[in-house]
């Protein structure tokens, strides 16, 4: 059996050719069969973009003290930064281990959007419009420490996962920075 263009047919026909006896096929229009294949691809990406959603996400400024920036979608229980550990245990860390109490945590009042979208860019311990302190429970937060890694973030609803960044101070510099395992 092979697959080939026959003569007889109108341009853009393909008909399989069979030795006696076997059954043949025949495949209207090519043009007909791409149109088809594109509309189902469109379809398969389309239906797959539906289900999925950007998760949120905490930028950095990279200034000390840093001031965080919340993007995505979903609704913002808190606002918290936590001391993980040193540079050295970095390494050693992981993101899914119990954290640590807040050394600053912040909460959105009821009387103002807790969504994401519409949240202030949040400066390490400076309290937003629309929120309110709850670590310390009075007066600031204390200082970042040098070369301790901070998680900033918290979590989320109306959304896939919560939101963080880790980071840590260098002089008057923040550096993002990433956990291996």
């Known amino acids: ?24 096929i025949m495949i209207s229009s090519c ?27 905490v930028s950095i400024d990279g200034q000390n ?5 919340l993007s995505g979608p979903g609704n913002s ?3 918290w930064i936590v001391e993980v550990g040193s540079e050295e245990q970095l390494a050693s860390l992981r993101p899914d281990s119990p954290a640590a109490d807040p050394i600053w945590k912040i909460v959105p009042n009821p009387d103002f959007s807790d969504r994401i979208a519409d949240l202030p860019s949040i400066r390490y311990g400076d309290i937003p419009k629309g929120f ?26 109306n959304a896939d996962s ?8 260098h002089g008057e510099k923040t550096i993002e920075v990433s956990w291996r395992h």
Not at 65 to 69: A, E, H, L
């Open 1 to 24: 059996m092979y697959i080939g263009l026959n003569p007889d047919y109108q341009q853009g026909q393909a008909q399989i050719q069979t030795a006696p006896g076997e059954v043949g």
């Open 31 to 57: 043009r007909a069969v791409r149109d088809r294949l594109i509309l189902v691809g469109l379809i398969l990406l389309t239906g797959g973009q539906i289900g999925c959603q950007m998760d949120p996400h």
């Open 65 to 69: 003290p840093p001031t965080f920036k």
């Open 77 to 79: 229980y808190f606002f």
């Open 132 to 157: 309110k302190q709850t670590v310390p429970e009075k007066g600031s937060p204390p200082p970042l420490k040098e070369g301790i890694v901070y998680s900033a973030g918290g979590p989320t609803y």
């Open 162 to 169: 919560g939101a963080a960044v880790w980071f840590v101070v």
